[in-house]
């Protein structure tokens, strides 16, 4: 494989690689957006019908970005301040569906993935773009849980949204990822393209195959170490999607404290470094990785099934892999790797 063209499409790197012969032609391009770089890969069409693909999925990506941003100025933080403010919010079509969602997942994950803890995370400083300390004072971290924020105290009315509490702050950081990767591959499937990946810093779905009935090859990144614990070859649709303790984090007194927060303690969650879960549904599969990093030991079996997810792959905080007895098949594990345990979620 040798890179063939660079174009530059405005905010769009293009780059794209390209295999003999034609039909088995795979193209990389790169964009920005959700402060990520996407990587996405198609297979089996020509480079002008990647190109002008992928243009359509920047476009939408940058719109997204405007209007979901929990923090910088956009149709989120507009209805966020409105809730602050104890008035009723005309929002957007779009993130009245991802509130509807979003209220799905705090539902079947029993309140460990919440939408409406912004305020709590903009306590941590997870809220701007290098977070650096210090945790807030245990006395804040009462105060917000006495305030018991849920998306569940929303009401929603057409594109009427109101909140029976001024603390709900919504941060879609959780799941919205996962919901526009699949609205990236609806779009490149709609302009003719059946064989892809898109990638967004290592949370993906795929399409098809990569050519000659290969499969696609995903790698699941060691928690602790750069590259890969595990490798597993897919095809078809899957979207795989994992949430870690390393991904976004600071250092304070020489304690790491990263982004993933317990909404029932309001502390960085514990007891796992990384989770992954493979499944048809993006926007499931990145939030159910969120609600199963927040679960414990105990629990994070029965919230899978609860979310309706069955292949999941739970590193605890002693490096010991869990993984569901289909999944435990496909993945092939580092042989440097030692403890693997293979655990049905059937009881
Ligand atoms: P990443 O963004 O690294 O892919 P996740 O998908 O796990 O990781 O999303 C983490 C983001 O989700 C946080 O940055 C924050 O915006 C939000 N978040 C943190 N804790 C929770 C939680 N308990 N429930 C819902 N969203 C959360
Ligand atoms: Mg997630």
Redesign the pocket.
């Known amino acids: 494989m040798n890179i063939r063209t660079v174009f530059s499409l405005g905010v769009t790197l293009l780059l794209a690689t390209a295999c003999q012969p034609q039909t088995e032609t795979i193209y990389r391009q790169q964009l920005f957006a959700f402060g990520t770089l996407i990587d996405i890969t198609t297979q089996g069409v020509d480079a002008e019908q990647a190109r002008s693909a992928v243009q359509a999925v920047d476009a939408l990506y940058q719109q997204q970005h405007r209007d979901w941003h929990?923090w910088q100025r956009g149709a989120l933080d507009d209805l966020n301040k409105a809730i602050a403010a104890g008035k009723p919010w005309q929002t957007d079509r779009s993130i009245v569906k991802l509130i509807r969602m979003?209220q799905r997942?705090?539902r079947l994950s029993g309140g460990?993935?919440?939408?409406a803890?912004g305020e709590l995370?903009a306590l941590w400083g997870?809220?701007q773009d290098e977070p650096e300390g210090p945790p807030p004072s245990p006395e804040q971290i009462k105060a917000w849980l006495s305030h018991k924020p849920s998306s569940l105290q929303l009401d929603i009315e057409g594109n009427l949204v109101s909140s029976r509490n001024p603390h709900v702050r919504l941060?879609?950081?959780?799941?919205a990822?996962?919901y526009s990767v699949g609205k990236a591959v609806d779009l490149l499937e709609a302009h003719g393209i059946h064989n892809l990946i898109v990638n967004a810093?290592?949370?993906l779905c795929l399409r098809g195959n990569r050519g000659d009935n290969t499969p696609w090859r995903i790698g699941i990144r060691h928690p602790r170490r750069e590259g890969v614990l595990a490798t597993l070859e897919l095809q078809g649709a899957a979207c795989v999607?994992?949430?870690?303790d390393y991904?976004?984090y600071f250092v304070y007194q020489g304690r790491r404290y990263h982004?993933?927060?317990?909404?029932r303690t309001g502390y960085p969650?514990t007891g796992a470094r990384s989770v992954t879960v493979i499944a048809d549904d993006p926007a499931l599969a990145?939030?159910a990785?969120?609600?199963l990093?927040?679960a414990d030991a105990e629990h994070w079996q029965s919230v899978a099934v609860s979310m309706g997810v069955k292949d999941v792959l739970r590193i605890d905080d002693q490096n010991i892999v869990w993984v569901t007895p289909r999944l435990a098949k496909q993945v092939v594990f580092d042989p440097a790797w030692q403890s693997v345990k293979v655990v049905s979620l059937e009881h």
């Open positions: 929990a979003g997942f705090e460990r993935f919440n939408p803890i995370l997870f809220q941060d879609f950081g959780g799941f990822k996962g810093g290592g949370d999607f994992t949430s870690g991904e976004r982004h993933i927060l317990d909404p969650a990145d939030a990785a969120t609600a990093l927040v």
